[in-house]
């Protein structure tokens, strides 16, 4: 018996029902292979007929949306699923049943139990469920608790606020002072060389990165500030859709989240979908802002599933970060239907930073200038980063001076658990934990106001271990 290894061919991804023997042996000749013979004497074109089962798996995610490229792994060799999600599997005997394994890249691993009928191709739906992790993020402490400076510019005490969820989304409650580690910062030359900074940037120059670690890792103090009553609320959702996203996010794992976070929308709730991209390579509808319409409710997002869906294909271009967020965040403000003094936010999904600034003034530029407009429109802005490509000062920055949250996701698995989240921040039922610490820099003069200083906490929770950056804003 050979064992194989196929993607499904075109020509059957939609096979009759009927017909199986056919089928199978269409499927064995294109890929040169022989089926078992059937035993016994005489030899002929009954002996050489494939003595096999064959079932036709449709693999989609719990949003009924079609996985490609999972691999099924049976006795008698697998098979990966093509761009509509099915795979052909090849069975022990025409009437058999048998044990297939399931599996892909940031799902989690699954097994079918599958039945072949003789003279049938049997047809089954197949769930595979998206790895999900403990993840976290960072917001402004709103206790009123200044940063403050020692008399030699070499000693900073802040407090911040994090929130940590599970796998699930739910937030994480039980964490003490040992849970939480801020980690000694050290630049490195490569990111220098980007014109970033790792530790500490500067209000006008990037070149006063300098290396810090904290007096006692743990914090000095911790406090679980619970949530607050929840309101309604009116989200923008902005999904970075550039060339990179290839790379960062080969299975949707964005729009799948994007999901989840609509899926989760109050009755009250408001959203307006759009997506970014610039560029000659770009794909999008209408570059470099594609907008989707507005809609309220659960019910009203899930007509935006589809758009979502027809996403996957349109990646490609540069990242105009901070003018398609201008582009959003007018769009919101001129939305004369939404209810006087509605919550307004928006969340910016991106891998990396804006590539379309000239040099890193002229992105300090744009930068101040989209903080100011979503400062004047008192929209929040909820900044997602994947992956390690992000610029962790900017998505820091356009969350904390907006009253937003910057959430980070080193992982697919932690972008699900944190877009499950987000609608809680929003709505400001999500409890955080504050914190305080104080770092110590190798020199005086080394912190000084109008810096920002950029850190990282590991958080233990939920059975994993995980980063969380922020930043403070010296005042």
């Known amino acids: 018996m050979n064992h194989i290894t196929t993607r499904v061919p075109t020509h059957l991804s939609s096979a009759p029902v009927r017909g199986w023997p056919v089928i199978a042996a269409a499927l064995l000749a294109g890929l040169g292979l022989t089926a078992c013979g059937g035993g016994g004497g005489g030899g002929g ?41 099915v795979a052909l599997m090849l069975m022990p005997a025409p009437d058999s049943t048998a044990d297939v394994s399931m599996s892909r890249a940031t799902f989690v691993d699954s097994t079918l139990k599958l039945t072949s009928t003789t003279g049938g191709l049997n047809q089954v739906t197949a769930t595979l469920v998206r790895a999900t992790a403990p993840a976290g993020g960072s917001l402004r402490s709103r206790s009123g608790y200044a940063p403050t400076l020692d008399a030699t510019g070499r000693q900073l005490s802040f407090e911040i606020e994090l929130v940590v969820v599970q796998g699930n989304s739910q937030p994480v409650e039980t ?69 990179s996203i290839a790379a960062t996010d080969p299975t949707g794992a964005r729009l799948y989240s994007s999901k989840a976070f609509l899926d989760g929308l109050g009755v009250d709730d408001r959203a307006l979908l759009a997506a970014f991209a610039g560029g000659p390579a770009a794909t999008l509808p209408t570059n470099p802002l594609t907008l989707y319409g507005g809609f309220q409710g659960k019910d009203g997002a899930r007509t935006r599933f589809a758009t979502l869906d027809a996403l996957a294909s349109m990646v490609g271009g540069n990242t105009p970060l901070y003018n398609s967020i201008d582009g959003l965040r007018q769009q919101v403000a001129d939305d004369t239907t939404l209810p006087a003094g509605m919550a307004r936010a928006m969340l910016v999904f991106t891998d990396g930073a804006d590539t379309t600034c000239s040099d890193v003034d002229a992105c300090r530029s744009l930068r101040e200038r989209t903080i100011l ?36 996701a080193d992982t697919a698995a932690q972008f699900l658990a944190l877009y499950g989240s987000v609608g809680k921040l929003m709505s400001l039922t999500l409890p955080t934990y504050r914190l305080r610490w104080t770092v110590q820099a190798a020199a005086g003069a080394s912190f000084r106001p109008g810096d920002t200083l950029l850190g990282k906490v590991q958080v233990s929770a939920a059975g994993s271990r995980f980063d969380v950056p922020f930043i403070v804003a010296i005042p």
């Open 175 to 243: 964490l003490s002072m040992a849970d939480f580690v801020l980690l000694a910062c050290t630049p490195a030359a490569a990111t220098v060389r980007k014109g970033r900074a790792d530790c500490l940037r500067g209000a006008g120059s990037a070149d006063v990165d300098t290396a810090y670690s904290a007096d006692t890792p743990a914090p000095a103090s911790l406090l679980l500030v619970p949530g607050l009553t929840a309101r309604p609320y009116a989200a923008a959702l902005l999904l970075d859709q550039s060339g």
């Open 45 to 85: 074109a009954a002996s050489n007929a494939p003595q096999l089962g064959l079932v036709r798996v449709t693999v989609q995610d719990a949003y009924g949306t079609a996985v490609r490229d999972a691999t099924l792994q049976g006795a008698n060799g697998s098979s990966v699923s093509d761009a509509q999600g």
């Open 373 to 408: 407009g979503a400062q004047q429109a008192q929209m929040r802005l909820f900044t997602i980063g994947l992956a390690q490509g992000i610029d962790v000062a900017t998505l820091g920055e356009l969350a904390d001076r907006t009253g937003g949250a910057f959430l980070y």
